[in-house]
């Protein structure tokens, strides 16, 4: 045990050295919570929607002054009213408006006699947020312009309630647990087997082959650095974030807790899979071309960012032997729905089993020689 917490300690210390490097660490992660956060968890707003009313009589009226509602209040879009439909198109195709709303001549008439009346919406798809946003809005624009002034309201009329289990959720508590792996992510990319790489290339590894230590020791001490780093990470992600998010009650005890135990064995199952990575690798600059495809092909998959009953099959299969998978959704139910361990034991026993097997697969396969 003392040949592992020698060094361990001298990893600590080496990393206690360099401030810039822990600053970097801890804080960059909880920028990227803030920006991402923000970027993409709020709602369209401000769209350019160009009006093309070629009808003019009281039932287009009635519709361009809900399109001017909706621009004073949900504030979707604004509107611009044009009186050439090719100089609206034109100013479309440049990227002056979103989209652009065609009220046809005869429109009126068609509405008073009931001869399927329609209007155009013509938009600029090469962006699909804008373009859903959009759509969604003057779907339902049209929606209110075809409700009766006055319904009759049958009392066996079926309707839809519909009940949120928990408080409304912003994007960037979304996010959060997404941050966290990616905090614990970065850690590890600077500790655990990346340290002994950089020994090698340094020929510092040499101390250790003149001692009694062994393979497991070697291996245990430089993970357990650098999973005491990566919890430090995540830690301080968790609790700064949770505060910056407005996670609610995020210092209960219970919860924080059981937060800070996924935090542990996420941390230990990352730093080992990187060990087991880096096992063989000689190269230190090999390890920081690698940081980037390993964080395409692990966080992205994970769910960190958006749902993965959205992905496509092969990338669902990725997710599912993907160790940050489970890291996300054990955070995403502890910080989000403030469930117990009974909600997360797969997501637990998943990540125990994988530390296990690539610590002995590690141990196996790591070479005590020059």
């Known amino acids: 045990m003392h040949r592992m917490l020698a060094i361990l300690e001298r990893d600590i210390r080496r990393f206690r050295r360099s401030p810039a490097l822990i600053v970097m660490s801890l804080v960059m992660p909880i920028f990227q919570l803030v920006v991402l956060g923000y970027a993409f968890g709020g709602q369209v707003k401000n769209l350019k929607l160009g009006v093309v009313n070629q009808d003019h009589r009281l039932p287009s009226v009635k519709l361009r002054e809900l399109c001017q509602a909706v621009a004073a209040n949900a504030k979707t879009f604004e509107t611009i009213d044009y009186s050439d439909a090719g100089e609206a198109l034109a100013d479309l195709r440049n990227g002056r408006i979103n989209g652009v709303l065609t009220i046809p001549a005869g429109f009126s008439q068609r509405v008073i006699d009931r001869n399927g009346p329609q209007v155009a919406l013509i938009e600029d798809n090469t962006d699909g947020f804008r373009a859903s946003a959009m759509v969604g809005s003057v779907t339902g624009l049209m929606a209110a312009y075809n409700q009766p002034a006055l319904k009759m309201h049958l009392a066996g009329e079926p309707s839809l309630e519909v009940v949120e289990v928990y408080p409304y959720v912003p994007y960037v508590q979304y996010l959060l647990p997404g941050s966290a792996v990616m ?3 970065m850690m590890v990319m600077i500790g655990g087997g990346i340290i002994f790489i950089d020994d090698k290339a340094r020929g510092l590894h040499e101390g250790y082959l003149v001692t009694p230590i062994t393979k497991l020791e070697l291996i245990t001490g ?9 919890v430090l990470a995540g830690g301080v992600l968790v609790t700064v974030g949770a505060v910056i998010a407005g996670i609610p009650n995020p210092f209960e005890p219970m919860r924080l807790f ?11 199952a990352l730093v080992s899979m990187m060990f087991l990575l880096m096992v063989r690798v000689s190269d230190p600059l090999l390890p920081r071309a690698m940081f980037g495809i390993l964080n395409t092909f692990l966080f992205y998959p994970s769910g960190a960012v958006y749902p993965p009953e959205a992905f496509p099959g092969w990338m669902q ?5 993907d160790p940050m998978t489970y890291i996300v959704h054990a955070l995403k139910n502890l910080m989000l729905k403030n469930t117990t361990f009974s909600a997360i034991t797969f997501d637990l026993a998943f990540l125990i089993v994988f530390t296990v097997v690539a610590m002995t ?6 070479k005590r020689t020059l």
């Open 361 to 366: 697969a590690a141990t196996f396969l790591f």
């Open 258 to 268: 059981r937060v800070f135990v996924v935090i542990i064995i996420a941390s230990l």
């Open 317 to 321: 299969a990725i997710a599912k032997v």
């Open 183 to 185: 905090s614990i992510f």
């Open 222 to 230: 430089f993970n357990l650095a650098g999973t005491l780093k990566a």
